[in-house]
């Protein structure tokens, strides 16, 4: 097999792009900078604009499936500039595909696509794969039209799944590395009543899901948390634990959330408790189903 990935560069491709080596499979990735071309041992890089409709096509040659990771991050200030693009960087992403697809006229045997689980609405409620909601907020208009755009590449795949993904846990980036400074400097605090519930999945489980996924040749729609989502105190309170350090503040209430965050604050205040028994019952075995568990595997200094 030969597997394309777009944002194969970021936190998540890579760690997939090695595991796909590791297995032996061909991998080849498309990324919005010339200079990172030749940045991953091991895999051809080709370039590609989807905001311009710019792609070379010689990337899917002799490719059987298809990641994609494309996408600008929310994690930078919400505005009305960078919120188009959060959007557009998605749309414009699976566009440019489905319209080199029909090009080359190539039907792929899968295509693997990340959301997120910005999709389920604020609640202390467990949501699975089969809830469905009208967007009430930013996230959640974003994730549909996306998925939107992902699911007109059905017509050019076999199979087409869409993984909505959770919090990440990782060591080089991710949720931890805003949230890891301020406990070491004793300043961790969680935001509002803290009781919101954390979604949340170590990478090297996300990584290992995108792989199950190929070679099982599932389809439809996933989401890739761990099967115990944690409430924000408790998280907040594991992560001081693991470093040895003290919390001294109380909460940050919400109203101060909101004065410095604005629209963004829903990505400290939102509760999103979200189910993994779809995959479960695929077959998949999570190796981190505790946070704690996590953590430790990660060696957070």
């Not at 919400?78 to 039907?107: C, G, M």
Request: with cysteine; net charge positive.
């Amino acid at each position: 097999m030969k597997i394309l990935i777009t944002g194969a560069t970021g936190l998540i491709g890579r760690v997939i792009s090695i595991k796909l080596l590791n297995k032996g499979y061909r991998v080849n990735f498309l990324t919005t900078s010339k200079k990172k071309i030749n940045s991953i041992d091991g895999c051809n890089g080709f370039y590609w604009d989807p905001q311009k409709g710019v792609i070379d096509l010689n990337a899917f040659d002799g490719v059987t499936h298809l990641i994609n990771l494309a996408g600008t991050s929310i994690s930078r200030r919400w505005t009305k500039k960078h919120k188009n693009k959060i959007i557009e960087s998605r749309v414009l992403s699976a566009n440019i595909i489905y319209n080199s697809l029909i090009d080359l006229q190539i039907k792929l045997k899968g295509i693997i696509s990340a959301s997120a689980i910005g999709y389920y609405p604020n609640s202390e409620k467990y949501f699975n794969e089969s809830d469905s909601f009208l967007p009430e907020n930013f996230l959640q208009r974003v994730v549909q039209k996306w998925e939107k755009a992902i699911t007109e590449l059905e017509t050019q795949t076999q199979n087409l799944l869409i993984l909505r993904i959770g919090l990440v846990i990782s060591s080089k980036g991710g949720i931890l590395s805003y949230i890891v400074p301020p406990i070491k400097f004793c300043f961790g605090s969680a935001f509002g009543s803290g009781n919101q519930w954390q979604s949340w999945i170590h990478i090297d489980d996300l990584a290992e899901i995108f792989l199950y996924s190929i070679e099982n040749s599932l389809s439809g729609i996933i989401n890739a948390v761990a099967p115990c989502p944690i409430t924000q105190n408790k998280l907040i309170k594991s992560l001081a634990n693991y470093l040895n350090r003290p919390i001294i503040f109380p909460n940050i209430p919400n109203f101060v959330v909101k004065f410095f965050f604005n629209e963004r604050s829903q990505l400290f205040l939102d509760s999103q408790k979200i189910s993994s028994k779809k995959i479960e019952k695929k077959g998949f075995k999570f190796k981190f189903k505790i946070f704690e568990n996590a953590i430790s595997d990660l060696k957070i200094k």
